[in-house]
Structure formats: C-alpha cells, structure tokens
C-alpha cells in the first residue's frame, strides 16, 4: 500500500507561483510513476504531468508545458508540481496519484494511489 499526502495549495493571482507537494510512504517501490492530476467543476480529470522515481522523461498536458515542471525528491519520497504563471483556467483540485506501471500515464484509470487533493484558486 501507499499513501500520498498533498499540500501546498491556495488561493493566488494571475500571474502568480505556487509550488504543490506529495509526500509519498508505504511500499513506493512497488510504483514506477508519480503524476499529477487536476479536475476542475464540472470536467473530467484531467492528466497535468508526470514522472519516474528512477529518472525518466517527464511528460505534460499541453496546457501547462512551459508553466508547470514536475519534479522529485527521491530522498524524501516527495514529488512537486511547480506552477508558475497561473491562469484562471488552472483553478481545479489538484490530485497526485502513483502507477505501477507508465502504461497509459495520461488516464487517470491507470492509477493504484491516490492522495486526497488540494484546492488551488486562481483569480483574474
């Protein structure tokens, strides 16, 4: 079992950075990817970025390339989600979840773990 926890969420401006958390226990060597999810009211999940524990390629949504980067911390098992110039349009609950495998990375169906989701806010 694994267990995700997030934080780092909040209300901010246009324009503005946050940084998002997850801090990963339990048997995280039995995954292979951690990712980062956002959903938004009234649409589905939507797949933000991910990447590998051991150090693979990262991959994003084409909404945020450019804005998000994903990174890790192998040493703290945390994983981040860096959000610089923020718009409107990314206000959603923002999800980290941990595959198995890297099969299927972008549906959100493809994910064994998944920590309990964090508000962020952007106001124009």
């Known amino acids: 079992q694994v267990q995700l926890v997030e934080s780092g969420g909040g209300l901010v401006q246009a324009g503005d950075s946050l940084r998002l958390s997850c801090a990963a226990s339990?048997?995280?060597?039995?995954?292979?990817?951690m990712a980062w999810f956002r959903q938004a009211p009234g649409k589905e999940r939507e797949f933000v970025a991910v990447?590998?524990?051991?150090?693979?390629?990262?991959y994003y949504a084409d909404s945020v390339k450019g804005r998000y980067t994903i990174s890790r911390d192998n040493a703290k098992n945390t994983v981040y989600l860096q959000m610089n110039s923020l718009k409107p349009e990314d206000t959603a609950v923002y999800y980290c979840?941990?595959?198995?495998?890297?099969?299927?990375?972008?549906?959100?169906?493809?994910?064994?773990?998944w920590g309990q989701g964090t508000q962020v806010t952007v106001s124009s």
């Open positions: 979840a941990t595959a198995r495998s890297s099969s299927r990375y972008r549906s959100a169906l493809q994910y064994d773990y």
């Open positions: 990447i590998s524990w051991s150090g693979g390629p990262t």
């Open positions: 339990g048997r995280t060597f039995s995954t292979y990817v």
